[in-house]
């Protein structure tokens, strides 16, 4: 978070099939019970212009894309996610639960693709008005197993796709490793409701909710 | 232009109704004529993936693109067209002609909208692969003159307006100061004919045409 924002900013990361869209749906309808002002969006998205972008990153004729090129879209999207919609959310205190940001840039094209780090840092740096995450939840998975759960591979696993994903968590580790205050590294290896416990947790703490009061 | 690339670049610069496109356009007639392997691109563009980009960034409904995500959706275009197109045109040995390139980022988004020269230079370098122009021609003309030439003003000028296109103007003037080598400044007071003139005498002497043998 930047001065002058008194809300909070948490964002879930990981890997394809670690279940962090899940998690992150599941911290929204628990907040809205809770009555918090929660705000909850996905990038690449969250507004016109940014969804107008998303289209363009997932549309299957582009797969000749450069990773320079692919790296400027999404820091577009979030530039004007950022503007129009995270920084006026925090001003007005919301919490703003945000499923990819920043992080995903660093592990996918940084550490996955091999986009310079020092790139993605300076405009990372910009687009973002130095509007950092209070709290990021990575969640960790086997790759194999996460692969498996997306339904994106069957039998046959591709090699190279296989490495690239592993590069991936490599990175969101690494990640984590570096920044263990704002980073918490789940362990995909529970039910999904005892995960949800251990991110509840967290927010708990983050947001000073009395744990006790609602199941 | 760069390492290993025997082709040549030349860009076309300069604020509207400038009749810089006309000029290139001009210039891609007689180089055709000359016989010279020549390919004429425009930005943003020239590529599948770099035109659905030009689509956004041309798209009335996004009035309210924030400064940086305008920037970095050209810087994205050109990342791409330098890849699959400029480079390996310029490595065969072709003469690249661009209506438009990252002098026009400096103009129109640095001096004009005030977006930090040091993200564009940055980012610049690593879109374009470290390939410049050759040689750059700014056409330069009076303000209210050049707005009027597109029919996007009548009557009534709208002060902020003019105001911006002054200052991306002052720009480009900057610019071909800077670097009187590669940037020719060319006054747009004479006939379009008497300029193309001028255009040519610049283009034989860069690519060793005898200037007598066509008309």
């Given at each position: 978070m930047a001065?002058?924002?008194?809300g909070k900013f948490i964002t879930f990361e990981g890997s394809e099939g670690s279940g962090k869209s899940t998690q992150?749906?599941?911290?929204y309808a628990y907040l809205r019970k809770r009555k918090a002002p929660v705000v909850f969006i996905r990038e690449p998205g969250g507004v016109l212009l940014s969804e107008t972008i998303r289209k363009i990153l997932l549309d299957a004729r582009h797969k000749n894309m450069t990773n320079e090129c692919e790296t400027l879209l999404?820091?577009?999207a979030r530039a004007q996610l950022v503007e129009e919609l995270i920084a006026p959310a925090l001003k007005r205190g919301a919490v703003v639960l945000c499923d990819r940001f920043l992080d995903s840039t660093f592990a996918y094209q940084g550490f996955g693709n091999g986009v310079s780090m020092d790139f993605i840092k300076k405009i990372g740096k910009v687009v973002t008005q130095g509007i950092r995450p209070d709290l990021t939840f990575v969640f960790d998975i086997d790759t194999k197993k996460g692969l498996s759960r997306t339904g994106k591979i069957k039998d046959r696993?591709?090699?190279r796709a296989l490495a690239y994903h592993n590069r991936v968590r490599g990175g969101y580790r690494r990640m984590a490793a570096n920044e263990p205050g704002r980073i918490k590294l789940i362990r995909v290896n529970k039910t999904k409701e005892e995960i949800q416990e251990i991110v509840r947790g967290h927010i708990n703490r983050l947001l000073g909710l009395n744990p006790g009061r609602l199941k």
């Open positions: 001065v002058g924002m008194s992150a749906r599941l911290v999404y820091m577009a696993i591709e090699q």
